[in-house]
């Protein structure tokens, strides 16, 4: 089988595994499909949190595993392919010259995971070496690699990452028993933590769960989310929604809307920027967070004796709080407040749009000029049934 061949079953099968969701400076890309052609761009952030374009390269769509929901999976029928360490480069250093883009190169497990890792490092520093490569490069080591490649990997890589694809042990051990979380994923996340705190993995660590896939519920993926960031140093979460596919063992499980794992994102983000702590957000009787609202919505909703704010004295934190204001327009508001008294909408007309939602949850100078619109249109919201347009992958 030629390159070319092989590029075009693995560029497809690209789509089975990739991070495809990134959240930046609380902006939300939804990449491209990762088709093998001047189309298969998506964004990513770098160390300083700059959108680039970053392509995407499978290298190899065999694997020895059984996740039940993949279809690179040993029992699956798939075309398969693998691309060597000197192939891989030699396909993808003209494109990410052309582009002038960074690269996420992943794997499955072909042969052993040491051997599909060692591919990946190989590949890398292939590209360095011989192409002179000085890009963004996102290495995707899989589960089970050992020290020394997870070693390697962090001296030619910018970022590194490695699927968690469930939050807990027991969640594992209802996907894939096969796999040990503890030490084929979570110790490996550690050593990679390590080498990024000594300052070898300068854009940080991600991972991925597979949402959706185990049964688990939201609230056990934002407390895992919450326990990845603290003491894994995990820089970015992605959310993949499962999907039932064809050919698969879960080929009739019901697939993951699309908007469960965007509410997931932004419950992370109120985590991360909103000092938000897991425990205070708003979870239903199933521990899942509110479909039809955003978790600050949904959890002002559930705290109205925390309303209205007084927008004149409250902290710059309690501000934060208030669902359609972020941080900045927070600090409008404070610098608002350093000019006069805050009487009436007017005065924080500078916030546009954001301000008829805000009015619902403030008073000014102890005037309440909001409406109810807001809750009215939640309280609509939350009785309609989500309907999202069903894609191919
Ligand atoms: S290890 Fe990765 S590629 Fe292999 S079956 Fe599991 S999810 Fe699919």
């Not at 070693?151 to 590194?160: C, I, L, P, W």
């Not at 509410?263 to 009787?285: I, P």
């Not at 559930?302 to 669902?323: G, M, S």
């Not at 000014?364 to 939350?382: K, L, P, W, Y």
Request: net charge positive.
């Amino acid at each position: 089988m030629d390159v070319a061949e092989k590029l075009a079953i693995l560029a497809p099968a690209a789509h089975y595994e990739a991070c495809d969701t990134h959240a930046v400076a609380g902006r939300r890309y939804q990449s491209t499909k990762a088709h093998w052609s001047e189309n298969a761009l998506s964004a990513e952030a770098d160390a300083k949190g700059v959108r680039r374009p970053v392509m995407r390269l499978l290298m190899s769509a065999e694997c020895v595993h059984n996740c039940p929901y993949c279809p690179l999976r040993a029992g699956g029928d798939v075309p398969r392919a693998t691309l060597t360490p000197d192939e891989a480069a030699a396909a993808v250093a003209p494109q990410l010259q052309r582009h002038n883009a960074g690269l996420l190169l992943s794997t499955a497990v072909v042969g052993s995971a040491d051997a599909s890792g060692s591919a990946v490092v190989d590949s890398a520093q292939i590209l360095r070496n011989r192409y002179a490569y000085r890009g963004y490069l996102h290495l995707k080591l899989p589960p089970g690699v050992s020290h020394a490649v997870v070693e390697a990997a962090a001296r030619v890589a910018d970022r590194m990452s490695l699927n968690i694809e469930v939050p807990s042990a027991a969640r594992q051990a209802v996907l894939d028993p096969s796999r040990d979380w503890r030490s084929d994923v979570i110790l490996r996340l550690r050593w990679m933590r390590d080498l990024y705190q000594a300052g070898q993995i300068k854009s940080g660590i991600a991972t991925q769960f597979v949402v959706g896939a185990a049964g688990e519920s939201d609230q056990e993926l934002i407390t895992a989310t919450a326990w990845l960031r603290k003491e894994l140093a995990v820089g970015r979460v992605y959310y993949g929604a499962f999907k039932a596919l064809a050919g698969t063992p879960m080929a009739n499980a019901r697939s993951t809307p699309q908007v469960r794992t965007q509410r997931l994102l932004q419950a992370d983000w109120l985590l991360r920027h909103y000092g938000f702590a897991a425990e205070e957000l708003a979870f239903d009787g199933q521990a899942n967070l509110s479909l039809a609202h955003d978790p600050k919505l949904a959890w002002a909703l559930h705290h109205p004796e925390l309303f209205p704010i007084e927008i004149n004295r409250a902290p710059a934190e309690q501000l934060l709080r208030i669902p359609g204001l972020g941080p900045l327009g927070v600090k409008r508001i404070l610098r608002l407040r350093t000019l006069g008294m805050l009487r009436e909408p007017a005065h924080i007309a500078v916030l546009g749009a954001a301000t008829q939602r805000i009015i619902d949850f403030v008073t000014f100078d102890g005037r309440f000029f909001g409406t109810g619109r807001t809750m009215q249109i939640a309280r609509r919201n939350a009785n309609k049934p989500i309907v999202e347009q069903l894609t191919l992958f």
